[in-house]
C-alpha cells in the first residue's frame, strides 16, 4: 500500500502559478502511473495529468496541457505538478493517486488503488 500526501494549494489570482507537490511512502515499486485529479465545486472527479513513472511519459487533459507540467524524483518519490496561467475554472480540491498500470494512459478511477486527501487551489478573478 502506498500514502499519498498532496501539498502546495493556495488561493492564487488569475493567470497565477503554483506548485502541487504528492510525496509517497510505503510499496512505491508499484506506483508505476501517478496522476493528478481534481474535483472543481459541484462537478465529479476529472482526470487532469498523469505521469508513468518507469518511462517519464506524461499526459494532460485539453483543458491544462500547455499550463501544466508534470515531473518527478524518483530518489523522494514525489510528483509535482507545476501550473501556470491558472483561471478561475480551475480552482478545484487537487487530488494525487498511484496505480499500477505501466503506460499510466487509464483515465479511470479504477486504475489507481491509492489516493491522498487532497490540497486545495482557489484562484480568484
Known amino acids: 500500500q502506498v500514502q499519498l500526501t498532496e501539498s502546495g494549494g493556495d488561493s492564487v489570482q488569475t493567470g497565477g502559478s503554483l506548485k502541487l507537490s504528492c510525496a509517497a511512502v510505503?510499496?512505491?515499486?508499484?506506483?508505476?502511473?501517478v496522476a493528478w485529479w481534481r474535483q472543481r465545486p459541484g462537478k465529479e472527479l476529472e482526470w487532469v495529468a498523469g505521469?508513468?513513472?518507469?518511462?517519464?511519459?506524461?499526459h494532460y487533459s485539453v483543458s491544462v496541457k500547455d499550463r501544466f507540467m508534470l515531473s518527478q524524483n524518483k530518489s523522494s518519490n514525489s510528483v509535482y505538478l507545476q501550473m501556470t496561467g491558472l483561471q478561475p475554472d480551475d480552482t478545484a480540491l487537487y487530488r494525487c493517486?498511484?496505480?499500477?498500470?505501466?503506460?499510466?494512459?487509464?483515465?479511470?478511477?479504477?486504475?489507481?488503488?491509492?489516493w491522498g486527501q487532497g490540497t486545495q487551489v482557489t484562484v480568484s478573478s
Open positions: 493517486a498511484a496505480g499500477p498500470e505501466l503506460r499510466c494512459t487509464l483515465r479511470r478511477q479504477f486504475a489507481f488503488n491509492s
Open positions: 510505503g510499496y512505491t515499486d508499484t506506483m508505476n502511473c
Open positions: 505521469i508513468a513513472t518507469q518511462t517519464d511519459t506524461a
